[in-house]
């Protein structure tokens, strides 16, 4: 199931109304007039809200589900008040998060909305730039109102688990996919196990925190986040957190102030020791996207290059989708495609085995390959047990 994002844009949700049908009164929806595509949608968008708070500007961006698509001309109508829709996928809306919340819930009580990738530097809950030290004093009065969080690319849900006002909160991972690059959806989702299929399941299992009905989520290597250490893309400059608050922030090249990165976020705000796991908590995994495993193995320009998507194509013809192969394919089946190399560090990362050059400053990280490790593939046959 994939969220459609962006119907608070005219066009998009134009497109929505005529390609999608809803699924026998599920509150999920599938393209008209195919049958045999496996894909659910939800109706679901981000949006930036600019205000000011204690004489400082804070923007936000925040998530929005709803249960269909007439549900969401109405959120459209009310939210065109404090902001233009057309001129991007992702509207800046001049209200502050609680009259947001407000707004959103007074239109329909089965809508959610909760805050979108909430350590970035810029634009989120708990941003470096322009965000707040609590849920509480961005939602205020609403706060209770506020069910799930979004890790973003940068955090895991054990980095989340350090500040305890977050614990009654359901940890939600997802795409965050605002380009057209295909192989960045799906890159994090929620792993559910419900009775049947629809909105309304989904966003029950959220608002009880039910850990048996939403099992785990699939997460990338927070290292692997555009923002996840502190540094300064201009100079090259990259540390981890203990590094930069020794640096006091400030670029060792320049001089200049470095963009403080999540994890160093997540130190000034953080109550609760590195490892601590709160009760009633769902499960999690790092992978990374295929796409990219495949394009550094292969030694490719990019995940978008015509040779990667050959190899992928392959690859998805045998084993139905991208996350048989990252959790449930067999290493040898694996090999048998793409040989024992690719094959092998698939494996790696399945089994949190890699090593990840961490991300700063608006820089993904990059997953680093062992190349010493490479000849002894060679030197003998490996059956699946050598890297289960």
Known sequence: MVGTGDFTHPLWLKELKEDL????????????????????????????????????????????????????EQVNEALSKFGSLDIDGRPTLKMAPPELVEIVLS??????????????????????????????????????????????????????????????????????????????????ANVFNLNSLTYHEIVEAIKSKNVEKLTFTVETNPAYGKYHWTGHRACGVSMPASEAIKYGGICPVCGKKMTKGVEERVEEIADRPMGYKPPNSSGYIHLLPLSEILALIFGFESPSSKKTWEIYS??????????????????????????????????KVRKGQVKIQPGYDGVYGKLIIDWETKPSIKKKSFNLQDFM
């Open 21 to 72: 049908v809803e699924v026998e009164n599920t509150g999920l929806y599938k393209v008209k007039n195919e049958e045999n595509l496996k894909v659910f949608f939800m109706i679901t968008t981000e949006v930036n809200t600019v205000f000011e708070f204690e004489g400082k500007t804070k923007r936000i961006h925040h998530v929005i589900w709803v249960p269909s698509i007439e549900v969401a």
């Open 314 to 347: 392959r690859l998805i013809e045998k084993f139905g989708n991208e996350y048989k192969v990252l959790l449930e394919a067999k290493f040898e089946d694996i090999a048998k495609i793409v040989g024992v190399e690719a094959a092998d560090l698939i494996i």
């Open 107 to 188: 239109i329909s009580d089965e809508n959610l909305i909760f805050p979108a990738h909430i350590w970035t530097p810029w634009f989120s809950l708990f941003g470096a730039f322009s965000g707040f030290n609590s849920l509480k004093d961005c939602y205020q009065d609403k706060t209770h109102k506020i069910y799930a969080l979004e890790t973003g690319l940068s955090s895991d849900p054990p980095m989340n688990w350090r500040v305890s006002e977050l614990d009654r909160l359901t940890i939600l991972s997802n795409s965050d996919s605002h380009s057209y690059w295909p192989w960045r959806l799906g890159r994090e």
